[in-house]
């Protein structure tokens, strides 16, 4: 592989200039915010910013890879892909956060600078090829999210949740970290390519070295993903983070480590193979099974989408196992499907919640679903695709990851799979089920709507694209399937 | 000679490491880390990385320390302190040790380095440590450099919407 070292070529990191550049305008105009009225503007400012990241990244896509900074980054259809994602979940993040920000009263200026930083963060990850850039973009989005973790105003939640989330968030830091020093130990290098090349003449293959890196490493990724058995943050950090945050979380972080988990280990460690698909294997029966049987139980309805997003990780990580094109097209596919849905679901919580964490309980949303029909509605589509029913996207998600693992021979882990989306069906229908067929217990107070038009636009967005990616997938695919070539 | 150094400046640095968690008294702890941070230094002068041992110093044993240490004393946890610590002699000696340790270890480091300096791969014409970090730090890892400004930006914002909140 011929990179060109010796250039910077600063457009290639142009998704991230625009995005930083935002983040200090938003910074700047903060200064000048007076009253309460005026903060939508800074969300604006940064939303602007998406969108010109969004067309950097755009005149990426279809070209032939280009490296800079010392093949440091690369500019490619896979990172151009992710980094559409990531601002697809950010912008709709900043649309939901208008109006939420200034109803419970948190500080706006810095709330959308960290969310952009963090937006910056994942856009990095997608598009480094060296490790040492991956871990930097892993801690900007890190840190980030530790602070907008614990922004809810004077809630203890919040800050038990951003606590332990930092707490854990260095402690798995820790490991990536030990994971990268002892893959340089035996590799050599920290940039990908090169530790691809070391590993494809196949001398040190068995080096213990080489291996319990590949082990940290994959710990490290695990805890951002929620993956069993370092799932245990998620429930608690989903649950007092700002709603918004929570759903940013639930799939920006999400994809962000999935790319680069794919980038590491399907990329540069594919001679290592057998030994991390195994490991994912038995990670993936335990995130999916752990993640829906403990939703069961949760009566919270972040902390059921928490449970939720931990399942939905273990069926990603199944098309991570099938590997090929079917399998790491299919992860793309679901990723992309999942981020609509499941911000979607967030923006009726929002809308439902008041200030103060009120309305979290799935029993304020008895009886919704028939005084707002359209609310209901919406909830019912996302609940429908998340449970994976036909015709939705998250039907077709689930399809093209179950029939690559057929393809490639995991039929134990396809059944054990729709056993669990099975049992998946029962809580999401739940939800459905309270919001239009059961009555509010009398006395309690009638629970009013947030409305929103900024979070009415994020409905309609997800609900478009929810229905629509599960009717025409097939343009969809083959977006995810363009942007895996170098992994074939 | 250098293998010896190497496993002898380790084990402190781990053994160190270990005591700095297992005690309870929390200045005690700072000190222990304190001592790791000198054999990691010294671990660096081993690996011929002297700028790397002095920023080290003086970074990580000096700047960082003497905010832990601030924050240690700032927390006032002066009964725990006085039922868990040592007595005053025991202290004394202790720290009569460790000064004694350190003083070893520096010297150690100048054996090392002069040891180093006789060695016959150190060819002339090699630029130097400090010279050779900073074409490194703005070539190769130019934009790991620039991205760590963010990340602490990113830092910076988030201490202070942290800590302001109370207000």
């Known amino acids: 592989m011929g990179i060109e070292t010796g250039t910077v070529m600063l457009s290639i990191i142009g998704p991230e200039v625009v995005l930083v550049l935002a983040a200090l305008g938003i910074m700047m105009t903060d200064l000048f915010v007076k009253s309460d009225s005026e903060q939508p503007f800074l969300m604006w400012i940064g939303f602007v910013g998406m969108l010109g990241a969004l067309a950097v990244s755009a005149s990426f896509w279809g070209k032939e890879a280009a490296y800079g900074f010392y093949g440091m980054v690369v500019a490619d259809n896979f990172s151009a892909f992710f980094t559409t994602l990531f601002l697809i979940a950010g912008g709709l993040t900043l649309l939901m956060s208008s109006g939420y920000v200034r109803a419970q009263g948190i500080a706006a200026g810095e709330y959308y600078t960290l969310t952009l930083f963090a ?370 | 000679m250098e293998q010896q150094l190497f496993w002898l400046w380790g084990g402190i640095a781990v053994i160190s490491a270990v005591m700095m968690i297992l005690k309870r008294n929390p200045v005690h702890s700072a000190l222990c880390l304190v001592v790791v941070f000198v054999s990691l230094a010294l671990l660096y002068v081993l690996l011929g990385a002297e700028f790397l041992a002095a920023v080290q110093v003086i970074v990580y044993a000096g700047a960082i320390m003497v905010l832990f240490l601030f924050v240690i004393m700032l927390l006032n946890l002066e009964t725990e302190v006085r039922s868990q610590g040592l007595s005053r002699v025991a202290f004394k000696a202790c720290s009569l040790a460790g000064t004694g340790l350190l003083l070893l270890l520096l010297l150690g480091g100048g054996a090392v380095k002069a040891l180093r300096a006789m060695a016959p791969e150190q060819v002339s014409g090699v630029p130097g440590n400090t010279q050779a970090v900073a074409e490194l730090l703005f070539t190769k890892y130019l934009l790991p450099f620039e991205v760590t400004s963010i990340l602490l930006l990113a830092a910076i914002v988030g201490a202070l919407v942290l800590a302001g909140k109370r207000d």
């Open chain 1, 119 to 488: 937006t910056t963060g994942m856009v990095l990850m997608a598009q480094s090829t060296d490790l040492i850039m991956l871990f930097l973009g892993l801690e900007v989005l890190s840190v980030s999210l530790y602070v907008l973790a614990g922004m809810a105003q004077d809630s203890t939640r919040s800050a038990e949740s951003s606590l332990k989330y930092f707490m854990l968030g260095a402690f798995s830091t820790g490991f990536l970290l030990y994971g990268i020093a002892l893959l340089y130990g035996a590799c050599g290098s920290t940039r990908l390519a090169d530790i691809g090349s070391v590993l494809a003449q196949k001398q040190i293959l068995r080096e213990p070295m080489l291996l319990a890196g590949m082990g940290l490493l994959l710990t490290g990724f695990g805890f951002k993903i929620a993956m069993a058995p370092f799932h245990r943050w998620a429930p608690d950090v989903y649950e007092g983070a700002p709603t918004p945050i929570t759903g940013f979380m639930s799939v920006g972080v999400k994809a962000a480590a999935f790319a680069a988990l794919l980038r590491v280990f399907a990329g540069s460690l594919a001679a290592l193979s057998p030994h991390w698909k195994e490991l994912l294997w038995i990670g993936s029966v335990l995130t999916m099974t752990i993640g829906n049987v403990a939703a069961l139980r949760q009566t919270n309805i972040k902390r059921m989408l928490a449970y939720s997003s931990i399942a939905h990780a273990g069926y990603i990580l199944i098309g991570v196992v099938a590997g090929g094109s079917a399998g790491t097209g299919a992860v793309l596919y679901y990723l992309l499907v999942y981020t609509l849905m499941n911000i979607g679901a967030f923006a009726v919580v929002i809308t439902i919640e008041q200030k103060g964490e009120k309305n979290l309980n799935l029993s304020a949303y008895a009886g919704i679903g028939s005084r707002h029909l359209a609310l209901g509605a919406a909830m019912a589509v996302f609940m429908f695709s998340l449970a994976g029913i036909p015709p939705f996207s998250g039907f077709m998600g689930k399809f093209y990851i179950f029939s690559a693992a057929v393809k490639e021979g995991y039929i134990g882990l396809t059944i054990i799979a729709v056993l669990n989306s099975l049992v998946s069906v029962y809580y999401y229908l739940r939800v459905t089920v309270m919001m239009f067929m059961q009555e509010p217990e009398s006395g309690a107070e009638e629970a009013a709507v947030f409305f929103h038009p900024a979070l009415a636009g994020v409905l309609l967005i997800a609900i478009f694209f929810t229905v629509q990616m599960g009717l025409f997938p097939s343009s969809y695919l083959q977006f995810a399937q363009d942007s895996i070539k170098m992994f074939l």
